[in-house]
T-cell receptor, first 115, second 114 residues
């Protein structure tokens, strides 16, 4: 089945700890995205990548880091610098950035909680 | 002014009625518009995309786009309790380094009561 997988479903972070959220897609999509969603809020863009080995900061990149070493994978690290990391994290992918290719499809999400 | 703004809701309609969800956007050069549905605790799923002025119909869903007024709406006919969810409007950023970026509205919670 083609799709986007995220793991783990739930993640607990201790004070001062870095944690990494996994996102994998087998849709052969070029572009991948990370969003954060807080209760009752829309989606805010953290980072996005249009192509392997390249990525750009979104609107709320501080305290987060990413890598894009493979087309299929776009892991997100929540660093200890992110002081309020509790949120629902969503990974998405799209074919590209031109009209008609921008439709983003989402993974099931990872819920991050702070201990 | 928010870049993408949705009617605040929550919106409550009886089963069988038409639900109307509205969205305005500020970027005049936006070309692509999307509606997503998000059930509580789940990730967003695409309902419809629209690129040209006018109406686009898919089953019980109709998207309407008016670029001159910078307005996009979603109508749900014959609303069902299973339509109860948060509906997210998303708008693209055209060209340049914003390639592929979407901006999402804050969402409208829809409740369809029997």
């Amino acid at each position: 089945d083609g799709g986007i997988t995220q793991s783990p479903k739930y993640l607990f972070r201790k004070e001062g700890q870095n944690v990494t959220l996994s996102c994998e897609q087998n849709l052969n999509h070029d572009a991948m995205y990370w969003y954060r969603q807080d209760p009752g809020q829309g989606l805010r863009l953290i980072y996005y990548s249009q192509i392997v080995n390249d990525f750009q900061k979104g609107d709320i990149a501080e305290g987060y880091s990413v890598s894009r070493e493979k087309k299929e994978s776009f892991p997100l690290t929540v660093t200890s610098a992110q002081k309020n990391p509790t949120a629902f994290y969503l990974c998405a992918s799209s074919m590209g950035g031109t009209p008609g290719q921008e439709t983003q499809y989402f993974g099931p999400g990872t819920r991050l909680l702070v201990l | 002014q928010k870049e993408v703004e949705q009617n605040s809701g929550p919106l409550s309609v009886p089963e069988g009625a038409i639900a109307s969800l509205n969205c305005t956007y500020s970027d005049r050069v936006s070309q692509s518009f999307f509606w997503y549905r998000q059930y509580s605790g789940k990730s967003p799923e695409l309902i419809m995309s629209i690129y040209s002025n006018g109406d686009k119909e898919d089953g019980r869903f109709t998207a309407q786009l008016n670029k001159a007024s910078q307005y996009v709406s979603l109508l749900i006919r014959d609303s069902q309790p299973s339509d109860s969810a948060t509906y997210l409007c998303a708008v693209n950023h055209a060209g340049g380094t914003s390639y592929g970026k979407l901006t999402f509205g804050q969402g409208t919670i829809l409740t369809v009561h029997p």
